[in-house]
Nanobody, 117 residues
Framework: QVQLVESGGGLVQPGGSLRLSCAAS????????MAWYRQAPGKQRELVAR???????NYADSVKGRFTISRDNAKNTAYLQMNSLKPEDTAVYYC???????????WGQGTQVTVSS
């Protein structure tokens, strides 16, 4: 079964940290670019960070220097380490996978991240 399963969301105070995980199954993980998107209430879904198979990354300007995306191809898992969290980081975070060998991207079910005191 092809699926992406996120975990690690929750409630954290401003300045705190969270680590999100995205476990993939049913795919050849190394064929896929992995990314994290987020969607806040009333806003469009936006790209947060992406990592390609060789480990190269890119980030949204709003999270540069605070978030780190990584992947472990042996574990079929992608991660998003989020530090120095701000209230404006509050959103549902979605894992995304896309590949030139597959028509259309894969999405996880989303995990809520709330940054509040």
């Amino acid at each position: 079964q092809v699926q992406l399963v996120e975990s690690g969301g929750g409630l954290v105070q401003p300045g705190g940290s969270l680590r999100l995980s995205c476990a993939a199954s049913g795919i050849i993980f190394s064929d896929y670019r992995m990314a994290w998107y987020r969607q806040a209430p009333g806003k469009q879904r936006e790209l947060v960070a992406r990592v390609i198979s060789d480990g190269r990354t890119n980030y949204a300007d709003s999270v540069k220097g605070r978030f780190t995306i990584s992947r472990d191809n042996a574990k079929n898992t992608a991660y998003l380490q989020m530090n120095s969290l701000k209230p404006e980081d509050t959103a549902v975070y979605y894992c995304n996978a896309d590949s030139p060998y597959r028509l259309g991207p894969l999405w996880g079910q989303g995990t809520q991240v709330t940054v509040s005191s």
